[in-house]
């Protein structure tokens, strides 16, 4: 089997009909499927919610006025190319915009693909590095993209040994889809990459369904942990895949089980053409308070929404809480409203 790359090869695994709405979503949007993530796929389900994250749909062509082509605001925080600074101790090192499956709602979709912004050049590269050496309050340098590890080990090694002579840095994290869609990717030589003596490493490993912690995905989480990397998840809230809590019990259970502890849960940004994917704030605030009632307080994330614009990330599930002058009501996973401090 191989990565699909198009709508053509789509449609000869009868992934996709012809229509020219998809040709037109092509022509917009880059398309990547994975081996991995063509075995996960029933092409007898319509709702199969791993073909509805990476098979295109004419529901992309639809934009609402809200949409916008850079919706956490990453350009106006970039100093240098390559360089998103929002928060003083951490960076965002964005060395390349290709991914090997494309995400129908990724938030950095006009960004990314064969047509997308590229991988940094030599002198880019430099230029982003002396950035960082030059700026002490950098603690953390956080590699995502595209997607980092779609870089060679040869090269991230080369990106790591740079990382580890800049004394300031102590944090190294990568945000990346391989492991779960490319596990075979995650080998000795990988793990070996991904890790630099006197630097901690961390992987935020993206997965959006129970079914896309497999087999072989497990056997990469290993080797990652072996290799002394703590992982860490990410995952979007997506309408049609995970927006009920059966499935985000699993999913974060799933995480836990693999010793990957659950970190955030976002809202889904306002990327173009992506409405079909969005749940409401209210709706993501009652699952959320499901999930607490539901299972342990390690499956927990945080339910994170990236302000529109460049401010950065808050917590929405705060809306359990309300009040002030020292008084406040909390709602519980269950909806009861309760005072605190309570009366006498
Ligand atoms: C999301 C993000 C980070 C990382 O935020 P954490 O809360 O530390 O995970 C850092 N910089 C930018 C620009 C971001 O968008
Ligand atoms: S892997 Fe990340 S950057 Fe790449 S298409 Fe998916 S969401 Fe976008």
């Not at 850079?70 to 106006?76: E, K, M, R, Y």
């Not at 942990?225 to 995952?235: D, E, K, P, R």
Request: proline share 7%.
């Amino acid at each position: 089997m191989r990565s699909v790359k198009s709508l053509a090869q789509l449609q000869a695994l009868g992934l996709a009909e012809a229509s020219p709405a998809l040709d037109a979503v092509a022509e917009k949007y880059a398309i990547g499927v994975t081996p991995a993530m063509q075995d996960l796929i029933d092409p007898a389900d319509p709702d199969d919610p791993i073909a509805r994250q990476f098979v295109p749909s004419a529901a992309e062509l639809t934009v609402t006025p809200q949409e916008r082509a850079d919706p956490i605001g990453d350009l106006s925080h970039s100093p240098v190319t390559g360089i998103v600074h929002r928060y003083p101790d951490r960076v965002l090192l964005k060395a390349v915009h290709v991914c090997p499956v494309y995400c129908r709602f990724c938030f950095r979709r006009e960004m990314v693909g064969p047509q997308g912004l590229g991988t940094l050049t030599g002198a880019e590269l430099d230029a982003a590095m002396a950035y960082i050496a030059a700026h002490e309050e950098i603690w953390e340098v956080i590699l995502t993209g595209g997607d980092p590890l779609a870089l060679s080990a040869r090269r991230l090694r080369d990106l790591m040994v740079r990382l580890a002579g800049i004394d300031h840095v102590r944090i190294v994290r990568f945000h990346t889809r391989v492991p779960v869609v490319e596990p075979e990717r995650i080998d000795a030589e990988m793990v070996a990459a991904l890790t630099a003596s006197g630097k901690t490493t961390y992987l935020a490993v993206h997965a959006n369904h129970p079914r896309e912690l497999t087999p072989a995905a497990r056997a990469g989480f290993d080797r990652l942990l072996a290799g002394g990397i703590v992982l860490v998840s990410q995952s979007v809230l997506l309408r049609g895949v995970n927006d009920d809590v059966e499935t985000l019990a699993a999913l974060m259970r799933g995480f836990v089980e693999n010793r990957i502890k659950p970190y955030y849960l976002h809202h889904p940004d306002l990327a173009p053409g992506t409405g079909h994917f969005r749940v409401g704030i209210e709706e993501g605030q009652r699952l959320v308070a499901a999930l607490r009632g539901r299972v342990s307080g390690l499956c927990q994330p945080a339910y994170v929404l990236d302000i529109p614009g460049g401010h950065g990330k808050a917590d929405i599930a705060a809306a359990s809480i309300r009040g002030g002058d020292g008084c406040f009501t909390v709602r519980d996973w269950q909806g009861n409203e309760h005072a605190y401090p309570p009366a006498g």
